[in-house]
């Protein structure tokens, strides 16, 4: 780690992060598309946000993922009506699972002391959700989404959100997230950051390397 010690503050991303979002295969499967057309919706959402973000637009997570989920149903599933499917897995968000290491880990951050936040490019309410399922919700101070500042991560207003609300400068806050992106997003907008690396892929040369590399969240803690 290159930062002296690791934050008070930190703020957890929730999708893939906190959640298993593997269930949703099977509700792929269920309206009629592959379920391994999993990562492709999912990285179809980011990538949708993401460009209206910088276009200037604003749209919700859930409208994002309705409309790349309607593309997909009409190039795979032409017979199925889009509107049932589409809230056939978009109301599976909130029942998703989180990781097996991130009770452990959450609890263990909380008992230390830390104060921890969420920040989500999806729904407050949704994490909300996950998290009084894992009956994690009393471990973290405030579960916020993006809708506020109007931006997706990785724009820096998301994360300056994120900053504001904990009351701290932004080198006094590290982001926890799988994604390589948010990492780097949330570097350049100046906190300390720590990769969750739950799978072997390698992190990307062109992206600002983590403040610290962990297998899991409760290695966090450990």
């Known amino acids: 780690m290159t930062r002296d010690r690791v934050p008070d503050v930190l703020v957890f991303d929730v999708n893939e992060t906190l959640t298993d979002m ?79 290491d991130v009770a452990e880990g959450v609890r ?48 820096p207003a998301a994360y300056a959100h994120a900053v504001r609300t904990a009351g701290v400068p932004a080198a006094q806050v590290m982001l926890v997230a799988v994604h390589p992106w948010d990492i780097d997003g949330a570097s350049r907008a100046g906190l300390a950051t720590a990769w969750v690396r739950r799978e072997p892929a390698p992190y990307p040369s062109t992206m600002r390397p983590a403040d610290v590399t962990v297998a899991s969240v409760a290695d966090l803690a450990r």
Not at 85 to 91: I, K, P, Q
Not at 133 to 139: P, T, V
Request: proline share 8%; hydrophobic share 50%; glycine share 10%.
């Open 22 to 100: 593997s269930p949703l295969a099977g509700r792929l499967a269920d309206v009629g598309l592959p379920g391994q057309m999993l990562p492709a919706w999912f990285a179809g959402v980011l990538r949708d946000g993401v460009a209206l973000t910088l276009a200037g637009g604003r749209a919700t997570f859930a409208d994002v993922a309705g409309d790349v989920l309607r593309t997909l149903l009409a190039r795979q599933a032409p017979s199925a009506d889009p509107e049932r499917a589409v809230a056939h897995v978009l109301d599976a968000l909130p029942e998703l699972p989180v990781h097996p």
């Open 108 to 155: 263990g951050l909380h008992a230390a002391g830390r104060r921890l936040l969420t920040l989500t490019n999806g729904s407050a309410a949704t994490t909300r959700a996950v998290l009084d399922r894992a009956g994690l919700a009393d471990c973290f101070e405030a579960l916020l989404d993006v809708q506020e500042p109007g931006a997706w991560k990785p724009s």
